[in-house]
C-alpha cells in the first residue's frame, strides 16, 4: 500500500497529513465512493466589498495574492488535534467562498479534492478569497472509524454549533462554527461515502420556506455546480432549523447563521 504525504507548512513548522491513495484496497474504496456536494449557501455581509487589503483569520494576516496553511490546535483535558486549513487571498476583493472537507473522516473522496484545490487555485488570479478546511476531523481520518471521532466518540455532523468548553469534537465545531462560517459569503459542505457507503454523485441544497433567500441562492449555486443530479432538503419543518435548537450538521448551523436577520445579513 502507498502512502502520499502531503506536507504543510507554518512558518518553520511542518506537520504532515497522510492521504491513501493506495493502489490496493484504497483505490478500490475510492473508486466505490463519490463525491456528494453537500449544500451550497450564500451569506452575504450587508457591507458592500472595498478594495482588496489583507485579510485577518485567527491572528494571521494574509496578504492579497498570497496563500497561508494554518495548523489550528484543539484540545480538551483529555485529548488534542488540530485543524488544517488552507487561505487563498485574491489579489482582486470578492467574496469569501468556505470549503469544509473531512467532516467525517473517513470520506476520502472531498480531503483528496481539497488537496488537488491546494495545488490548483493561483491566489494572483483569484477574485476573493477561499476559506478551505482540509480536513475538519482529523482524529477520524487518522483512525478510520466510520462516522465519529475516536478521540471521544462523537460525530462531529451532529455537533454543531459545539461548545468551545467541550470535547475535542464539540470545540471543532465551535471553530468552524464561530471563526470560518461567519466570515463566509458562500459555503459548500462536501463529502462523499463513508466506508460501507456508495453514493451517486449528486449536489443538494437547503430549502426552507421562511428563508426564501438564501434557499434561492442555494439553488441557484446547486445548478452551476455540473453534477447531473439536484436534490433539495426541505428543512421547513426540521426542529434543528428552530431558533434556539442545536444545528446539529455543519451546512444547517451555515444556514441558520446566513439566513437569520438577527446577523444583520441581507441576501444579494
Known amino acids: ?13 511542518r506537520y504532515l497529513v497522510k492521504l491513501l491513495t493506495s493502489n490496493g484496497i484504497g483505490e478500490a474504496i ?18 458592500a466589498l472595498r478594495g482588496q487589503s489583507s485579510f485577518d483569520f485567527n491572528g494571521e494576516k494574509i ?24 487561505i487563498f487571498h485574491g ?37 476573493g478569497t477561499v476559506i478551505l478546511v482540509q480536513v475538519a476531523n482529523v482524529g477520524s481520518f487518522l483512525g478510520r472509524p466510520p462516522y465519529i471521532n ?17 470535547t475535542v469534537t464539540e470545540r471543532i465545531a465551535s471553530f468552524i462554527s464561530e471563526k470560518i462560517i461567519p466570515r463566509c459569503h458562500y459555503f459548500v459542505d462536501a463529502h462523499s461515502g463513508d466506508a460501507p457507503e456508495d453514493l451517486m454523485p449528486y449536489v443538494a441544497y437547503y430549502h426552507h420556506d421562511n428563508k426564501p433567500g438564501i434557499s434561492s441562492k442555494g439553488r441557484e449555486m446547486a445548478k452551476h455546480m455540473g453534477f447531473d443530479h439536484v436534490i433539495v432538503f426541505n428543512t421547513t419543518a426540521k426542529k434543528y ?16 447563521w446566513g439566513g437569520s436577520p438577527c446577523h444583520g445579513h441581507r441576501m444579494r
Open 1 to 13: 500500500m502507498k502512502i502520499k504525504d502531503t506536507l504543510i507548512r507554518r512558518h518553520d513548522e
Open 30 to 47: 475510492l473508486r466505490k465512493m463519490r463525491i456528494a456536494l453537500f449544500l451550497m449557501i450564500c451569506i452575504s455581509f450587508s457591507t
Open 63 to 86: 496578504l492579497p495574492g498570497s496563500r497561508i496553511h494554518l495548523k489550528i490546535p484543539i484540545k480538551d483535558d483529555t485529548n488534542e488535534t488540530f485543524i488544517p486549513i488552507t
Open 91 to 127: 489579489k482582486e476583493s470578492g467574496p469569501v467562498l468556505g470549503i469544509t472537507a473531512g467532516v467525517h473522516g473517513y470520506e476520502y473522496a472531498p480531503i483528496l479534492a481539497g488537496q488537488k484545490l491546494i495545488r490548483k487555485i493561483d491566489p494572483e488570479k483569484l477574485k
Open 150 to 166: 475516536p478521540l471521544d466518540g462523537q460525530n462531529l455532523n451532529r455537533t454543531f454549533p459545539g461548545n468551545p468548553e467541550g
Open 241 to 256: 432549523m428552530t431558533e434556539g435548537s442545536p444545528s446539529l450538521y455543519c451546512f444547517a448551523q451555515a444556514f441558520k
